[in-house]
Nanobody, 125 residues
Framework: VQLVESGGGLVQTGGSLTLSCASS????????MGWFRQAPGKEREFVAA????????YYADAVEGRFVISRDNAKNTVTLSMNSLEPEDTAVYYC???????????????????WGQGTLVTVSS
């Protein structure tokens, strides 16, 4: 499965940005999708995730209420809409996927088998 992110860029504090991830999976709805981010000098951290068919969503506390994850199973895409961006949101954002995932592990990067190349989001103060 190949994942390709797009939509990163430079935005001012308080601004918005939407990231997209396109998947090559044949049965996209079978895959649990996640977004992670990694800031310079820090470990990769969970941002949000969405289940395949029910589209149940999960968020990190740091982005709850500001970010929205969604998916279009007909178009094989997952989107992360980011609002009220803060300098602390600056990071490389990665899309991740897995078809066999345990709910208790969805916030762990090691639970995902497939990763995109990442897209850089920079929030200026």
């Amino acid at each position: 499965v190949q994942l390709v992110e797009s939509g990163g860029g430079l935005v001012q504090t308080g601004g918005s940005l939407t990231l997209s991830c396109a998947s090559s999976a044949q049965t996209f709805s079978n895959y649990f999708m996640g977004w992670f981010r990694q800031a310079p000098g820090k470990e990769r951290e969970f941002v949000a995730a969405i289940s395949g068919r029910s589209r149940r969503t999960y968020y990190a506390d740091a982005v709850e209420g500001r970010f929205v994850i969604s998916r279009d199973n007909a178009k094989n895409t997952v989107t992360l809409s980011m609002n009220s961006l803060e300098p602390e949101d600056t990071a490389v954002y990665y899309c991740a996927a897995d078809s066999r995932i345990i709910l208790s592990s969805i916030r762990s990067a090691s639970a995902y088998s497939y990763w995109g190349q990442g897209t850089l989001v920079t929030v200026s103060s």
